[in-house]
């Protein structure tokens, strides 16, 4: 199954400071999208980036998107302590979602 | 608008228990996922439903698990005979029948077998 992966694991930032996380993928995708998801809830939806599409914005969300090297990022700048959660990139096949693991995120005051 | 509605938030059931899930999808929604999310681990898809219809069951495991989506009232997921190992997060998206991928979660319910 087409699975996303992210990295890295965890990343810890001072407040203000920008966050970064990788997701890579192993085949073809129609969409990729990042959720966002705080302790003990429910996921978010963030953005969605099609194949087509290179580069998406989304507030002080910026996601880009390789498909030749079969990558993903997201970039969170100017973070706040709310940013503080795990994020999750996922490919969809046809409706099933397929998500990696998750980066988790610590914005310190 | 409320979103996707998912109940009991928490559940505690003994080995050998039965677990019901209730998930009540987005007003217009038509299209239920059930997704099982372990510790640590991302979500993986379990079962795809329409209003009376299994579409895709590919990720429930074969025995003790099943879903439904009747055509009046929630999707419900039915664990039984529960084991240590169902202990997990369970979450439930919907979507409209046009746009399948975009996908609204709902909280979770938190399923913890003693």
């Known amino acids: ?109 | 608008n409320a979103g996707v509605m998912q109940n009991p938030r928490h559940l505690v059931r003994r080995r050998g228990q039965e677990a019901r899930l209730r998930c009540s999808p987005m007003k217009g929604h038509s299209h239920v996922y059930w997704y099982r999310q372990l510790p640590e681990e991302g979500l993986k898809f379990m079962v795809y439903l329409q209003k009376e219809n299994i579409i895709d069951e590919s990720g429930m495991p074969k025995e003790r698990f099943s879903a439904e989506f009747p055509k009046e009232g929630p999707s419900i997921l039915r664990i039984q005979q529960v084991v240590r190992g169902d202990s997990a997060a369970y979450f439930c998206a919907s979507s409209a029948s046009e746009t399948y991928n975009e996908q609204f979660f709902g909280p979770g319910t938190r399923l913890t077998v003693l």
């Open chain 1, 1 to 109: 199954s087409q699975q996303g992966e992210e990295d890295p694991q965890a990343l810890s930032i001072q407040e203000g400071e920008n966050a970064t996380m990788n997701c890579s993928y192993k085949t073809s995708i129609n969409n990729l999208q990042w959720y966002r998801q705080n302790s003990g809830r429910g996921l978010v939806h963030l953005i969605l980036i099609r194949s087509n599409e290179r580069e998406k914005h989304s507030g002080r969300l910026r996601v880009t998107l390789d498909t030749s090297k079969k990558s993903s990022s997201l970039l969170i700048t100017a973070s706040r302590a709310a940013d503080t959660a795990s994020y999750f990139c996922a490919t969809d096949d046809d409706y099933k979602l397929s998500f990696g693991a998750g980066t988790t995120v610590t914005v310190r005051a």
